[in-house]
């Protein structure tokens, strides 16, 4: 008796195990009644190939009994098959309703890089990525961060007529799983859905739109990067000489590039080979460009610091190669990744602080932040690296979450998107803080500028006194900024005249300051002598003290009534006369060497003759080509009058202040005559 009743037992069991493993393989939609259905039953799964290369495995008439019974949508490492990689297949039958609208089969992502086919009754109807023996791997909604996963799937519509002549169609998949991936990203997935093909393609955009939502944060960032990027190319455009908008403007683009890889794979699938190159690229190219604009805007020197950290970052993204030449696998290449990046992380929060504790007020505001971002980087790097190990624990997938959105309204935000939001502030208050200064100095530097202007206005004398026996002109022509020209024309007791004209080295208030010294200082010295060697002379006494390392030339003559001419020159371009240059006896400039003396030169001019004096803004026009005017076409034209020789110099290209005196001899018209 007992043995018959064990038989019974076992008989009834056996016919519940045949009744749960006949419905397993069997969804039935018609008994469902919903427009969509999601596939929760056991599917048929086998290991390998369909080994006729004629994919017989997806014949709807194929014996698959012999299967495997396991659930598509949890992972295989959980139903016996631990870091399996290759190819493999499901297959599951799905009875249709006698009468329907056009259907349509979702399919989510299968693994991290998987590539697969789907049949519907021995018919192809959709395929994800290349199967061997051409299989390249493609990734299709990576996670930026931990906690962020993004899960769009597939969907295929089901032609009809493949349902056989009971009503039901057999699903299979073509499964195949990059096995560097196999062990490292076996994690659990959606269920596959079938129904209405316009409601599963209403329920897809749903899905656009709520994984449109999780990738908010770097969307908004990327959009910030790509604003920051135009200023940073408008303010370089406006003001060319300073690097650092340049520098920053191309930082802003890598940062843009580097979201825009993130949030573009969570919508179209790419090739992980390439997006794994990009992933080295990136960063490589931003870091150098960020410690460029970081030595520019900090006026760093280039040292053994700098090239340290650029060498230290070659060496990061380098760690990225043996994995995309598919030497070692990505999960066996991480721990290096994450290493090769610290030295760098180091050396680049090592520059500002030094730069911070030398008193730089934009490194300080800098250091928080990137300190904040580098450590960001760091964490999630371990996290990874933890996780990767099969290590991590309630702990770690508790943290992971944590790290993954730390706020979820009004979309999810991750640390790494507060750290680098916290970066682009720092950034951009920098640039405005530095913006507002630099307008600052040109408000006062052009209200120096006026000044000098004014100042130099009042030195350069705006009539030519009338000399008995002489015709004097005078052309004053300012370049852009206040140079140092100056000269004057003073008359003497016993009818003759004395003339001086010089230039100060430097520009804008501190050489209208100069000028202004020396036009009193040799105002004074005429009236107690008219030698010109002595006024030099005193002169240079005068500006020894002041000049700070700068100097004048300057050329002083005294035109007597009998066209008696004395000339003292220190360091000035010598005059001409009668268009030939004169050979005048030259000196040290003024305020180079306090013992210097100076010798006198006589010349005689007669009647009808003329003398030019000249300033270096004559000879020293520059062209559009570069090509200066010169001594010889100065010479040229040096017996023209004042207005046109200062005329041809600044059409030719003026460059600086031009400053032309003639003084030509006249007939002397005594009272007797006139």
Not at 227 to 255: I, K, S, T
Request: net charge negative; proline share 6%.
């Amino acid at each position: 008796m007992l043995a018959q009743a064990r038989t019974c037992i076992a008989a009834a069991l056996l016919g519940v195990v045949a009744i749960v493993c006949a419905r397993a393989q069997v969804v039935d939609f018609e008994k469902e009644r919903q427009p969509i259905v999601e596939i929760h039953d056991l599917w048929r799964f086998h290991t390998g190939d369909d080994t006729d290369g004629k994919l017989g495995w997806a014949n709807p008439a194929f014996d698959d009994s012999k299967w495997q019974l396991l659930h598509a949508d949890q992972p295989l490492n959980e139903q016996g098959y631990p870091s399996y990689g290759g190819m493999s297949w499901y297959r599951i039958q799905v009875v249709l309703p006698t009468s329907h609208p056009p259907l349509a089969l979702y399919i989510p992502q299968i693994g991290f890089s998987a590539s697969y086919q789907v049949f519907a009754g021995g018919r192809l109807i959709g395929q994800f990525g290349e199967l061997p023996p051409n299989e390249r791997a493609y990734v299709n909604n990576p996670e930026r961060s931990f906690g962020q996963e993004l899960r769009l799937g597939q969907v295929m519509p089901i032609p009809a007529g493949v349902a056989d002549g009971n009503g039901s169609v057999v699903i299979a998949i073509r499964v195949w799983e990059w096995p560097d991936w196999a062990s490292f990203y076996n994690k659990r997935v959606e269920a596959s859905s079938i129904g209405d093909a316009s409601l599963m393609n209403d329920q897809r955009e749903q899905r656009w739109n709520y994984e449109f939502r999780l990738v908010s944060a770097e969307n908004a960032l990327l959009l910030g990067y790509l604003l920051a990027a135009l200023a940073g190319l408008g303010l370089f455009l406006l003001r060319p000489g300073e690097g650092e908008y340049l520098w920053f403007a191309a930082v802003e683009l890598l940062y843009a590039a580097d979201c825009a890889s993130g949030v573009y794979p969570a919508f179209h699938p790419v090739w992980y080979q390439g997006y794994l190159a990009l992933s080295g690229l990136l960063p490589l190219l931003r870091t150098i460009c960020l410690t460029m604009f970081f030595v520019t805007l900090l006026k760093l020197p280039r040292g053994r610091l700098f090239w340290c950290a650029m060498g230290s970052a070659l060496f990061g993204a380098l760690a990225y190669f043996p994995s995309v030449m598919k030497w070692i696998s990505y999960q066996a290449s991480l721990p290096a990744i994450y290493l090769g990046w610290i030295p760098f992380i180091v050396l680049q929060i090592l520059i500002l602080s030094l730069a911070a504790k030398r008193g730089k007020l934009d490194a300080r505001l800098l250091l928080a932040p990137f300190g904040l971002q580098y450590g960001a980087i760091l964490a999630n790097g371990l996290l990874l690296g933890v996780y990767a190990s099969g290590h991590g624990g309630p702990l770690i997938a508790f943290w992971a979450r944590m790290w993954g959105q730390l706020f979820s309204w009004p979309f999810p935000i991750s640390i790494q998107d507060v750290a680098d939001f916290l970066c682009q502030i720092s950034i951009l208050a920098i640039l405005v803080l530095r913006f507002a200064r630099t307008r600052r100095d040109e408000e006062r530097q052009a209200s120096e500028l006026e000044a000098a202007r004014v100042v130099q206005r009042v030195l350069v004398p705006a009539d030519v006194p009338a000399i008995p026996g002489f015709r004097i002109q005078s052309v004053y022509k300012p370049a852009g900024q206040v140079g140092g020209d100056f000269f004057q024309i003073i008359p003497l007791p016993a009818d003759g005249v004395l003339v001086a004209i010089g230039d100060v080295s430097g520009k804008g208030m501190a050489a209208a300051m100069m000028v202004s010294l020396l036009v009193g200082r040799l105002q004074a010295l005429a009236e107690a002598s008219n030698s010109p060697a002595e006024i030099l002379k005193g002169l240079n006494r005068g500006l020894h003290v002041r000049s700070r390392g700068g100097f004048t030339t300057c050329l002083i003559l005294r035109a007597d009534p009998d066209g008696t001419l004395t000339i003292a020159n220190a360091g000035h371009i010598s005059p001409y006369r009668n268009g030939v240059e004169m050979a005048v006896e030259n000196g040290f400039p003024l305020g180079l060497s306090e013992g210097a003396s100076y010798s006198e030169s006589r010349f005689r001019l007669d009647e009808n003759e003329q003398l030019t004096l000249i300033t270096d803004g004559v000879v020293e026009a520059r062209g559009k080509g570069g090509e200066l005017f010169g001594f010889a076409r100065t010479e040229a034209i040096s017996n023209r009058p004042a207005e046109d020789i200062a005329q041809v110099a600044q059409s030719f290209g003026q460059d600086d202040d031009i400053s032309v005196i003639s003084v030509t001899r006249t007939t002397v018209i005594g009272p007797a005559l006139a």
